[in-house]
Structure formats: structure tokens, C-alpha cells
């Protein structure tokens, strides 16, 4: 138990709202700083797989997840021209639930228990610099005020300062890569299953959110164009549509009814290279930014925040608590991010005799052996860090 002690998390995103509420129901006063006026979430949704569920329900938010976005039953690799199936992994194990989640819907429900387990929330309040001074954290507020805190955990994202106190400062590089994202209304006759539409140096995947009210889509695209980095940036919606222009139908009448889109560069980070100093710790993208080949970033987020919070409340021991918590997770998280950058070349292929052939073989395999192709990815989806 971490009774009384005290906890300063920096970042109210779903890592760092996981770990405020798993500590705070361990019985540590948790404070979190969240440098945005309110927590708030963009519109998109996120594919909660089995991994990141099992987090979620051990800390109690399951139903009330579940409620929001119900199961979804297969995920369904198509050819970009006619549609056709590849491939289909079916979800339908009862103990490996898969959900698609708004992200808007998963973060209230963090933030709401977190509050209730009494996790104080210091909103607009951004930290500028991070520093270890022995057994303590020093942290420098936008305001100019200097706080010094004890065991702080860091889920402050991409752009981590607490990330610099621990690491020298990495380069990230432009993948060649560029994502547009989308939530649309939608009339909830689409099934609950993600699509992913496999195009030559594109794909997108499509799934529906909240009952099917909305419809989420996810677009990747390889060019040589920069684009920046962030959830923020809009587009024009026609580039998207144009970008997709010949793929099927189905995917161009979905194109034409978007109304606003969010452009971003994908970048490849390095996982940093030390997670622990002091008493600081990262987690979530601070600690492990990933592309989003996979859909792991917040699942392995989840992960962190109750690997973090355990190994915090068997061990007396700070140090000893750290060092255990990276030892368990920076190698599984590194394989995962890897594994992630690995995907994207095989959802891109061009047309011609690699494409021919891997398509065939994921056909075949369909037909004769659906479970070898789901068993690659058992040791992401099937890791219960709440059991283990
Ligand atoms: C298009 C897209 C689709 C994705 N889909 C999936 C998916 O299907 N499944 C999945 O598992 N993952 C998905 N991810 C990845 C996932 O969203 C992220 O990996 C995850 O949200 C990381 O959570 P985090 O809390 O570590 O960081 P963030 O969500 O970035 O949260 C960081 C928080 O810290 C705050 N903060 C930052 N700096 C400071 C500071 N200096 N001071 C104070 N506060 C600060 C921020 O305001 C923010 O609230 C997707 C990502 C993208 C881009």
C-alpha cells in the first residue's frame, strides 16, 4: 500500500490520470498537474485491446467503459480497390474483450475517479523544467515558481520535460509518413469491427464509435512532405479525399462526408533510454512515444500506470520500486514500438509480386489456419499485467 505517501503526477492524459487513480486507490495523496485549463480529450477514438482492458477493469472502470463502447467483434484487412477481404481476425474470445473507446469517453471516466478517489487536480498549471536534486524533484512552473515535490510521476506526452532531466534530448525523424484523423456522424448500421482498407503506400481503417453514432477513420498515407507533428493541425478535408481517390467506393462516398480533419507528421522517437532517476519516473508517451501501427500507445500507457503504482506499493524502497518497474516494462514497450514501425510496411505494399504473395498467403491462412495468424500478436493482446 502507498498509504499517506505523497505522489505529484505530471500530465492528466490517460497515463497519467491511470496512475493518479491506481495510487490514489492504494491510499497515497496524489496531486496532478495538467498544464490545459480543463482535462479535456480531441474527438477520436482509440482500440482498447485486452491488454490495456484488463488495467481498466482492474481499476474498477470497466463497466462503465463498456457502457460507452461495447465489444467489437473482428478486425477486417481489405484490399483498397474492390474491398475484397484479405484477411479477418475475429475478436470474439471472451477473455480477450477488445473495445473501440472515444477518447473523450475514456479520459471523463479516468478524471471522474480519480476526483473521486481524491486525487487533487491542479489544472493550467504547465511545468517548464524538471530537475533531480537527491530525493527530491524540482519542477519550475510556466509562471516562474519553483516547487519542490517528492515521488513525481511524469505522463506528461510527446514533448516530455521530465523526459530531459533523465535523457539528453533525442531526435525524432519524419517517418515519410503522414496520418489524417476523422470522427463523423454516422447512422449506426455499421457492424462493430475495424476495417483496414490496404492500399499501395496507404491504408485506413475505419471503425464505429459510441453505438455507431459516429464513425472514426484513421488514414495514413507515405510522402515525402513534411507535415508537423500533433493531434492538432487541420486540413482540408479534399486532400484527404483526393489522397484516397481511387480506392473503393465504399471508402471514397465515407471520404466525401467528412467535415473536418486533423493532419499530423508520424515521427519516430527513440524509447528513451532511462526511465528512472531519483525519485521521478516516466510513463506513457514521455517514456515510449510509438507510431500507431499497433494501437498500443494507450494500452501500453495503462500497463505503465499499474506496473508503476504496484512496484511502487510492494516495495519500501523508492529506488529499488523504480528500477523494477523500468526493468519490467522498457523492453516489452521497445518491442511493442518496434513492432508497431514493422506493421506499417506490411499494410503498404505495392501491387506486384510481394503483394501478390502476401496477400495469398494471408488468404490461405484465413482459410486453413486463422489462429497462427492471431497468435503473432498473443504476447501484446494476451500480457495481463494485473495477474502477472
Ligand atoms: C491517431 C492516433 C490514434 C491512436 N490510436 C490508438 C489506439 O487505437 N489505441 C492505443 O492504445 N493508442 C492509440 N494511440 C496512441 C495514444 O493515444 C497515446 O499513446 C496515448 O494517449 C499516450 O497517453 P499519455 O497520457 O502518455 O500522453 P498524452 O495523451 O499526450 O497526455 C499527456 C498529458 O500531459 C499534459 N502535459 C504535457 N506536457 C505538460 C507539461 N509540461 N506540464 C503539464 N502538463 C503537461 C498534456 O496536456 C496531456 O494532457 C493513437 C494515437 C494517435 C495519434
Redesign the pocket.
Known amino acids: 500500500m502507498l498509504l499517506g505517501q505523497r505522489v505529484t503526477v505530471?500530465?492528466?492524459?490517460?497515463?497519467?490520470l491511470a496512475a493518479a487513480l491506481a495510487a490514489a486507490l492504494r491510499g497515497a495523496e496524489v496531486t496532478l498537474?495538467?498544464?490545459?485549463p480543463g482535462i479535456t480529450e480531441v474527438g477520436?477514438?482509440?482500440?482498447?485491446?485486452p491488454n490495456?482492458w484488463a488495467v481498466l477493469k482492474a481499476l474498477g472502470l470497466a463497466e462503465d467503459i463498456a457502457a460507452k463502447a461495447p465489444r467489437s467483434r473482428a478486425v477486417r484487412l481489405r484490399d483498397f480497390r474492390r474491398g475484397a477481404e484479405v484477411f479477418s481476425f475475429p475478436l470474439t474470445r471472451e477473455d480477450r474483450p477488445w473495445h473501440f473507446v472515444h477518447?473523450a469517453d475514456l479520459v471523463d471516466t479516468l478524471a471522474d475517479a480519480a476526483r473521486a478517489a481524491g486525487v487533487r487536480l491542479r489544472l493550467g498549471?504547465?511545468?517548464?523544467t524538471v530537475a533531480i536534486d537527491g530525493d527530491e524533484t524540482s519542477l519550475t512552473l510556466a509562471d516562474g515558481t519553483v516547487e519542490t515535490h517528492g515521488l513525481t510521476l511524469a505522463?506528461?506526452?510527446?514533448?516530455?520535460?521530465a523526459r530531459t532531466a533523465l535523457n539528453a534530448r533525442s531526435r525524432p525523424y519524419f517517418t515519410g509518413q503522414v496520418?489524417w484523423?476523422a470522427t463523423l456522424p454516422d447512422d449506426g448500421s455499421l457492424p462493430a469491427e475495424a476495417h483496414v482498407f490496404m492500399g499501395p503506400g496507404r491504408h485506413l481503417v475505419r471503425y464505429p464509435l459510441r453505438q455507431g453514432r459516429l464513425v472514426n477513420i484513421?488514414a495514413v498515407e507515405e510522402r515525402d512532405d513534411w507535415a508537423a507533428e500533433g493531434?492538432h493541425h487541420t486540413d482540408d478535408p479534399a486532400n484527404l479525399a483526393r489522397a484516397f481517390a481511387d480506392f473503393c467506393p465504399e471508402v471514397r462516398d465515407l471520404l466525401a462526408r467528412v467535415g473536418t480533419a486533423h493532419l499530423?507528421g508520424l515521427f519516430r522517437h527513440p524509447v528513451a533510454p532511462v526511465w528512472t532517476g531519483g525519485r521521478l519516473a516516466l510513463?506513457?508517451?514521455?517514456a515510449h512515444?510509438?507510431l500507431?501501427f499497433l494501437?498500443?500507445?494507450?494500452?501500453?500507457?495503462l500497463e505503465d500506470a499499474w506496473v508503476l503504482v504496484r512496484c511502487l506499493a510492494e516495495d519500501t524502497d523508492t529506488a529499488a520500486a523504480l528500477a523494477a518497474y523500468a526493468a519490467l516494462r522498457r523492453p516489452r514497450c521497445a518491442r511493442i514500438v518496434q513492432a508497431a514501425e514493422d506493421n506499417a510496411t506490411a499494410y503498404h505494399l505495392r501491387p506486384g509480386p510481394l503483394r501478390f504473395a502476401a496477400h495469398s498467403a494471408l488468404r490461405l491462412a484465413a482459410r486453413t489456419a486463422p489462429h497462427l495468424v492471431t497468435a503473432r500478436f498473443e504476447w501484446v493482446h494476451g500480457h495481463d499485467v494485473t495477474k502477472s
Open positions: 505530471i500530465g492528466g492524459g490517460i497515463a497519467g498537474l495538467e498544464q490545459a477520436a477514438g482509440i482500440q482498447v485491446s490495456g477518447r498549471t504547465r511545468v517548464e505522463a506528461d506526452g510527446l514533448s516530455s520535460p496520418a484523423r484513421v493531434w499530423w510513463l506513457g508517451d514521455a512515444p510509438t500507431p494501437a498500443q500507445g494507450a494500452n501500453m500507457a
